[in-house]
């Protein structure tokens, strides 16, 4: 079966189950995932004005995304899939598509990175579950400046906090449940991944992030220095409802309430935000115009209006009203991409609670 995603046709198995029993690996559901991410590379390269530039899609699947790279950004796109089916899929959907900026390679994913040390300027590590496996090589495989590390993750209920005892083992860190856990599962996620870089004396920020249907997806541009990976502790912090003080507690056995370590630091560079509308449409542009929104309000997390009011015994109004009583009294507000019952605001909690209570 041939299918058309962006410019490129991939022809993909028959009655594919979107498992891993799959002989090739394609999803359609990442579509929108896959627009996102051409548009947050392209602005990324333009904005440090790469003309030669090479970019690693080290699990490919089908190769939908690399080929999709390799038409509509182009530079050099090495594809790399552990599958021999995979690796055989992705040579003839580039010869459909007479792409031949491209190499493909058929090796496990920390292999083919770790032969590329310091030599992309861009990684996208999209596997099955956790990204959290390949984030050593990754790292080793990128320029150690200005350059950019993609990372989705599907296993959200470790971030998520549905399986704490997984987001333990994967990210050293205790997650947040809750409806607004998502901004909190792509925190964990980047503090995870920063403290992986400090090792190498590489501070790893946080330029771009959204949570969107089964997934999160992270990215993250490298510098180099140990100064500068210090700073990276500066950004790490937990997240707790209320209270605190000191007192010696065995590791696995956190004060009641406590998630992280995360990464607390603003999750958006604007300009990029900015160039990347430029190269999207459809729904990719609409998540892309809620998080331009999110950028202006300093707030971690969001206030979710249905648990605010089901706190207060009442129903929520609808969210048009809040937002514009909000509005009225000057405070900035917008609904976070992922949530769409939540606000981010500048407003005190006191100011909702009293418009949620009128
Ligand atoms: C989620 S799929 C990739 C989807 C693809 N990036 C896309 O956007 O369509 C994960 C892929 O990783 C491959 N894979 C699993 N373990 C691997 C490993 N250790 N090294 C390289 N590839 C691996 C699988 O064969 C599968 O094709």
Do not use: W
């Amino acid at each position: 079966m041939i299918v058309e995603e962006g410019s490129v046709k991939v022809e993909i198995p028959d009655n594919i189950t979107v498992t891993k029993k799959d002989e090739v690996f394609y999803n359609p559901k990442m579509e929108t995932c896959r627009d996102i991410s051409v548009a947050i590379i392209k602005a990324f390269l333009e904005i440090y004005n790469y003309k030669d530039f090479y970019i690693a899609d080290a699990l490919a699947g089908s190769g939908v995304r690399g080929l999709r790279y390799a038409k509509e950004i182009g530079g050099e796109v090495y594809l790399n899939d552990i599958n021999p089916k995979a690796y055989e899929r992705i040579i003839k959907n580039a010869e459909l598509n007479n792409i031949k900026n491209i190499r493909v390679f058929n090796e496990d994913a920390n292999v083919f990175l770790a032969k590329h040390y310091r030599f992309f300027h861009v990684v996208d590590i999209d596997p099955f579950g956790s990204p959290a496996p390949y984030i050593d090589m990754a790292i080793r495989a990128l320029k150690t400046k200005n350059s950019l590390l993609c990372l989705t993750a599907t296993d959200t209920a470790a971030l998520c906090g549905r399986a704490k005892k997984a987001c333990l083992r994967k990210y050293l860190a205790y997650p947040l449940s809750g409806r607004d856990c998502h901004e909190f599962a792509l925190r964990i996620l980047l503090g995870y991944t920063m403290r992986i870089a400090t090792k190498y004396e590489i501070f790893l920020k946080p330029i771009f992030a959204h949570a969107t249907d089964h997934y999160v997806r992270v990215y993250l541009k490298t510098d180099r220095g140990a100064k500068k990976a210090d700073k990276t502790f500066e950004y790490l912090g937990y997240v707790k409802d209320i209270n605190g003080f000191k007192m010696i507690k065995p590791y696995d056995k956190p004060e009641e309430g406590f998630s992280g370590p995360m990464y607390i630091g603003d999750l958006y560079d604007k300009d990029l935000v900015e160039k990347a509308l430029d190269y999207c449409e459809g729904r990719a542009y609409k998540i892309l115009s809620k998080i331009r929104e999110e950028c202006e309000i300093n707030q971690i997390g969001c206030y979710d209006t249905h648990q605010l009011a089901k706190l207060l015994k009442t129903s929520a109004p609808p969210m048009e009203k809040i937002i514009n009583l909000l509005k009225e009294k000057g405070y900035k507000v917008a609904i976070p991409h992922y949530n769409p019952k939540g606000i981010k605001t500048n407003a005190p909690l006191r100011e909702v609670i009293e418009i949620i209570l009128r």
